[in-house]
C-alpha cells in the first residue's frame, strides 16, 4: 500500500519557472491538501479539497493552482517561482476535513529551491 | 483564525530523562492530534484526543487532552534516542487542521 506518493523529492527553480508538483494517494480519501513547511513558521495550508471537481484556498495561496480532476491525484502548480516559495512542500489526505478522528496521512515531501 | 502554540521550541536532554511538551491556545478545538516527524520524512501521527480531560497512552508517551479542549500535553517517560524527532500537534475545527510550530526533540545517547 503506497499511501501518499509526492514527486519529484527535490526541485531547483530559477525565478521566473514554472512547475507542477505531483501527488497521489491510493487510499480513496476524499479530502487532499497542500501544505507548505518552513523554519519556524510550521506548517502552513496552501489549498485543499474536500473531493473531485471541488478545491478552495487555505491559508497562504497566493502564487499557487491546485486542480481535483480525480479522487486520487491533486497537483500543485507554481506558475511563475519566486525566491519566496522555497520550502518543503507536503500533500496529505484523508477520509474526511481532519477533524475529529480522521488523521492526515502525508507524504514524505518535495524539496523545492528558488534561486 | 485559531492558533496553536507549542513549548518549548526545542529541547535537547539526556537519555532516560522524562519531559513534557506542551500545546496551548485560546480557542476551542473538536479533537487534538499530535504527530512526529523525521528528517525528510512527512509527519505521522500519533495519537488523537477528543474528549476533553482525556489521557491516551502509547508505551511510554502520555497526552492529555485539557478540560476544556484548549490544550494538551505531551509526555515522554525514560525518553531514548530514537523518540528525537518534531512533535507537532494539531487542533481540529470547522476549518480543518490547525497546526502548531512544533517542537524539536534531541535525545542524547
Known amino acids: 500500500n503506497a499511501g501518499v506518493t509526492q514527486t519529484p523529492k527535490f526541485q531547483v527553480l530559477k525565478t521566473g519557472q514554472s512547475m507542477t508538483l505531483q501527488c497521489a494517494q491510493d487510499?480513496?480519501?476524499?479530502?487532499m491538501s497542500w501544505y507548505r513547511q518552513d523554519p519556524g513558521m510550521g506548517l502552513r495550508l496552501i489549498h485543499y479539497?474536500?473531493?473531485?471537481?471541488?478545491?478552495d484556498q487555505g491559508e497562504v495561496p497566493n502564487g499557487y493552482n491546485v486542480s481535483r480532476s480525480t479522487t486520487e491525484d491533486f497537483p500543485l502548480r507554481l506558475l511563475s517561482a519566486a525566491p519566496s516559495q522555497t520550502s518543503v512542500y507536503f500533500c496529505?489526505?484523508?477520509?474526511?476535513?481532519?477533524?475529529?478522528?480522521?488523521?492526515?496521512?502525508f507524504g514524505n515531501g518535495t524539496r523545492l529551491t528558488v534561486t | 483564525t485559531q492558533l496553536l502554540e507549542q513549548s518549548p521550541q526545542f529541547l535537547s536532554i539526556q537519555e532516560g530523562e522524562n519531559l513534557t511538551v506542551y500545546c496551548n491556545s485560546s480557542s476551542v478545538f473538536s479533537s487534538l492530534q499530535w504527530y512526529r516527524q523525521e528528517p525528510g520524512e512527512g509527519p505521522v501521527l500519533l495519537v488523537t484526543?477528543?474528549?476533553?480531560?482525556e489521557v491516551k497512552k502509547l508505551k511510554r508517551l502520555t497526552f492529555q487532552f485539557g478540560d476544556a479542549r484548549k490544550d494538551s500535553s505531551l509526555h515522554i517517560t525514560a525518553a531514548q534516542p530514537g523518540d528525537t524527532g518534531l512533535y507537532l500537534c494539531?487542533?481540529?475545527?470547522?476549518?480543518?487542521?490547525?497546526f502548531g510550530k512544533g517542537t524539536h526533540l534531541i535525545i542524547q545517547p
Open positions: 496529505a489526505s484523508s477520509y474526511v476535513r481532519g477533524f475529529g478522528n480522521s488523521p492526515l496521512h
Open positions: 484526543v477528543v474528549t476533553g480531560g
Open positions: 487510499m480513496n480519501h476524499e479530502y
Open positions: 494539531a487542533g481540529g475545527g470547522a476549518d480543518g487542521l490547525t
Open positions: 479539497s474536500v473531493g473531485a471537481g471541488i478545491t
